[in-house]
């Protein structure tokens, strides 16, 4: 059970390291707040969707019976 949210956990830390070398920072606060934006996008973007294709599955699964 522990090994999924361990795992998200190392792809995002693999992600913020690739941002870090893509290119260079004004300063470290400054990556930061680049990341920040794209955390809160994710959050607005994904919620939505997700919500999305729960109700989407159960109102197939609902509708198949």
């Known amino acids: 059970m522990l090994r999924k949210p361990v795992g998200w956990r190392i792809k995002v830390s693999e992600g913020n390291?690739?941002?870090?070398?893509s290119r260079r920072w004004r300063s470290v606060?400054?990556?930061?707040?680049?990341?920040?934006?794209?955390?809160i996008a994710g959050v607005l973007i994904g919620a939505p969707l997700s919500l999305l294709l729960w109700w989407s599955a159960i109102a197939l699964l609902t509708h198949v019976r």
């Open 29 to 39: 606060e400054h990556f930061k707040e680049h990341q920040r934006g794209w955390a």
């Open 17 to 21: 390291e690739l941002a870090w070398k």
